[in-house]
């Protein structure tokens, strides 16, 4: 399997900030769905994301949250954290800025597009199956980055915005690094980009996770032999293709449950479970609850 350092090697980051979202005191702040996938840098306080399909998380300064493309996206503030004020001059007409609420306590965020490539294959996070947290308060590096982005959200000058963004960028690296470190398959699968056939058939689960793959029809989708096909998936993931198939059912149902209102047995169906039993099994086995206690407990509040 590859290095953080060879995955690093030839994947280039491009983080573009776009706004900056403050809510306070029982404000909610409803942050959308945007057509790529988004980093978000907590900046000051302490608040709650909610993205549709999973259970909120908790987001104190310096953590590093990436959602995947086309998820709304909600943003509150833990109610017993106070956060300081950030009076941040316009940084142009392009550069947004929300909020929501009033009162001491609250959450500041920077927000930006990821555009992300490895080795020439493009749009690497727009796959990204969940979001992705790294918690960064106690990391040498960050006190200050965080500084120096509060004090350039504070006071633009000539080349501000370039500023945020390769700091942006750095808080995108320490996130990757300590990614590797907790031994999260999420760059397992970017890495699996730098064979382009392996590619399209990890493209094909995420993109259809329901459908009857076999080791034999992903093999044929990325035009290699059975033989060599489930060999090069071991080296890149450590484990094999329908392994991969499962792990992205139970998370898309994962998501459903939460999302939507659909039956325990539609979602079996809807992530290519034939039985509900097994289905049921699989998920408790996975996440150590029920499908029906999973949506109960983790319910995106309206």
């Known amino acids: 399997m590859l290095t953080l350092d060879q995955v690093l090697d030839g994947l280039t980051v491009e983080v573009t900030p776009f706004a900056l979202c403050e809510a306070r005191g029982d404000g909610l702040l409803d942050l959308g769905a945007r057509d790529s996938a988004t980093l978000h840098y907590v900046l000051s306080g302490s608040g709650l994301f909610a993205v549709a399909g999973w ?33 941040c001059a316009p940084l142009g007409p392009d550069w947004q800025v929300h909020r929501a ?7 500041i965020v920077a927000c930006g597009e990821i555009r992300a490539s490895y080795q020439g294959t493009e749009g690497l996070f727009d796959y990204l199956q969940e979001p992705l947290v790294t918690h960064l308060q106690d990391h040498s590096g960050l006190k200050s980055t965080l500084d120096q982005l509060l004090d350039e959200f504070a006071a633009p000058k000539a080349g501000t915005r370039a500023l945020i963004r390769a700091l942006m960028q750095q808080c995108m690296i320490y996130m ?28 094909a689960i995420f993109a259809r996770p329901e459908a009857a793959h076999s080791l034999d029809s992903l093999a044929e989708v990325a035009q290699m032999s ?5 060999e090069h998936f071991k080296a890149s993931f450590g484990r094999g293709p ?8 139970l998370q898309r149902a994962a998501q ?47």
């Open 176 to 203: 990757l690094r300590q990614q590797a470190a907790s031994g999260n398959s999420t760059l397992l699968w970017m890495a699996a980009a730098q064979n382009e056939r392996l590619w399209e058939a990890v493209k």
């Open 242 to 249: 329908i392994d991969l198939v499962r792990q992205v059912r």
């Open 55 to 87: 259970p909120e998380t908790q987001a104190g300064a310096g953590c590093v949250l990436i959602t995947p493309p086309a998820l709304p996206q909600k943003l509150r503030a833990r109610p017993d954290v106070q956060c300081e004020a950030l009076n």
């Open 256 to 302: 459903l449950l939460i999302a939507t209102d659909l039956s325990v047995k539609a979602i079996t169906r809807a992530v290519g479970y034939g039985s509900r039993s097994y289905f049921s099994r699989a998920f408790h086995e996975a996440y150590e609850i029920s499908p029906a206690d999973y949506r109960a407990a983790h319910r995106m509040e309206p």
């Open 226 to 230: 059975r033989s060599s096909f489930a």
């Open 101 to 107: 609420g009033s009162g001491t306590n609250g959450v």
